[in-house]
């Protein structure tokens, strides 16, 4: 088929008429879509599934709708079509966005809005930069013991539910967080039919394997992973630069970009000893300050000066993660720009944040490839 071929924005009313009338869940059962996970149509303050409206709406101008399965859904195919027909359509937020913490959900209901796997205790969303993971007591049978430490790290036993854990699937998708730019959100488990707990965003602190059994009483090794939980999305200041202890002289930049290269690439390595948070707060510094000696002063994004001088001296930045919602944590120099407050605001919340958050991410790789090539 060609898109092109709906043309009549009042097929697109009588689509939408019809699915208020049956009502959302009805609507898609009768023509055999699912709910939209990227992409949503805005009418009249109601909130509509893409897909299903174009299928529905190409049936009563043409004379019969299209199934699901007869075209691809997207930026690129339907979207462009009711733009042109003069309706608004935007793309679903990030899941941390749209979810609340300390409320109530169901899986059906994540796995209908996000997508996920129903069976698994980690879900990796194709379509987000997620990883749910839920912890809860019907793991204990086969050897789990999940629950918070006294410093406030989370511990979080991996998948697996026979044999010695691996690092596949859902563990890796834990461990590689950072690198694959994903978010770790955590659920609480609440037991049969009451459903699960948002609890929050997470960074992985490190992990280790410890001596367990499976549901046959078989010993075996297990995955636990040592979880930080994050306080927000945009909160994160940047700390002033540091000198060497040992002789009070400012450190260069270049020592201070191995430092947080190396503490970048350390998080998702087995934990020997110490304390998992504090090393996590470590590595994390020690990335900050790197970022804010590349700074110099100037937001990375608008490039004007820092809006005023903090107590100590240095310039008020603000930590961005470039390719993750949440602001705190050891990522990558590559990842992690020194902005403004109201760069931040407006990479987070502005109608053009996504095309600035670009620009900045071009920015930062350029300034990172420059400190390679020199």
């Known amino acids: 088929m060609k898109f092109g071929e709906l043309t009549s924005r009042e097929a697109v009313l009588d689509a939408i008429s019809e699915c208020d009338g049956l009502g959302r869940d009805a609507f898609l059962a009768k023509y055999g879509y699912?709910?939209?996970?990227?992409?949503?149509?805005?009418?009249?303050?109601?909130?509509?599934?893409?897909?299903?409206?174009?299928?529905?709406?190409f049936g009563k101008q043409h004379g019969s709708p299209l199934r699901s399965r007869d075209?691809?859904?997207?930026?690129?195919?339907?979207?462009?079509?009711?733009?042109?027909?003069?309706?608004r359509v935007s793309e679903v937020r990030h899941p941390a966005e749209e979810l609340n913490v300390g409320a109530t959900y169901f899986r059906k209901d994540l796995l209908d809005q996000f997508g996920g796997q129903m069976q698994r205790g980690i879900w990796t969303p194709a379509e987000f930069a997620a990883v749910f993971i839920f912890s809860g007591k019907s793991g204990e049978k086969y050897g789990y013991r999940d629950g918070w430490?006294?410093?406030?790290?989370?511990?979080?036993?991996?998948?697996?539910?026979?044999g010695d854990m691996t690092f596949t699937t859902g563990n890796a998708a834990i461990r590689d967080?950072?690198?694959?730019?994903?978010?770790?959100?955590?659920?609480?488990d609440l037991g049969k039919a009451k459903g699960v707990r948002y609890v929050g965003l997470f960074d992985i602190a490190g992990w280790e394997y410890v001596d367990g059994i499976d549901e046959g009483n078989n010993p075996r090794k297990l995955i636990v992973f040592s979880l930080v939980p994050l306080a927000g999305t945009i909160h994160s200041l940047i700390e002033p630069s540091i000198t060497d202890r040992s002789t009070g002289s400012k450190i260069s930049l270049g020592d201070l970009r191995l430092a947080a290269y190396s503490a970048a690439n350390a998080g998702k390595s087995q934990l020997k000893s110490g304390n998992a948070l504090t090393s996590w707060r470590e590595r994390s510094a020690t990335v900050r300050k790197y970022v804010l000696e590349r700074a110099k002063g100037f937001c990375e994004a608008c490039e004007q000066a820092a809006p005023f001088i903090k107590k100590d001296g240095s310039g008020y930045?603000?930590?961005?993660?470039?390719?993750?919602?949440?602001?705190?944590?050891?990522?990558h120099p590559e990842s992690v720009a020194a902005i403004c407050p109201n760069c931040h605001r407006r990479i987070h919340a502005g109608e053009d944040g996504e095309a600035w958050n670009k620009m900045v991410q071009k920015k930062i790789l350029a300034k990172e490839k420059r400190s390679v090539d020199t």
């Open 177 to 188: 967080h950072r690198e694959n730019n994903e978010d770790i959100l955590l659920f609480e």
């Open 34 to 57: 699912k709910r939209a996970r990227t992409y949503r149509l805005l009418h009249d303050g109601r909130i509509y599934d893409t897909k299903a409206i174009f299928g529905v709406a």
């Open 317 to 331: 930045l603000e930590a961005h993660h470039i390719k993750r919602l949440a602001d705190d944590g050891p990522d």
């Open 149 to 162: 430490t006294e410093d406030g790290v989370f511990r979080y036993t991996g998948e697996g539910q026979t």
């Open 71 to 87: 075209f691809a859904g997207g930026a690129a195919t339907v979207v462009p079509v009711f733009k042109r027909l003069g309706f």
